[in-house]
């Protein structure tokens, strides 16, 4: 009787350990925003943000690759998808995971060559 409480409780804990931790939860924790890009700060300090319809700013971290190509779309309107999203010294910090350019024909865009 008391072995089946001490293995109960270890499953529950494991189970709940594994809900709450973040790698056991991926996808959970993200959020999708949508806005204007651009790049905020002074050189060599620049950083790339994007401000949505409603006046958020998001300054935007993650992987170089993803980084390089959003300095590169600065000025359009993009749909990102970001985890991690929180408040650091007054500025909201998003990492992004994954963008896309919307097709929306009201919307300049420029035009890959």
Known sequence: MHNRYIIYTLIITVILILFFSPSGCTGINQQ????????????PFTQIAVETKEGEVYRLQGVKDIIGEL???QGQIVSLTCKDIKTIDRFQSATVVKFEIPANPLIETKKKE
């Open 32 to 43: 999708t925003i949508k806005g204007r890009l651009y790049v905020t700060g002074n050189e």
């Open 71 to 73: 300095r590169s779309l």
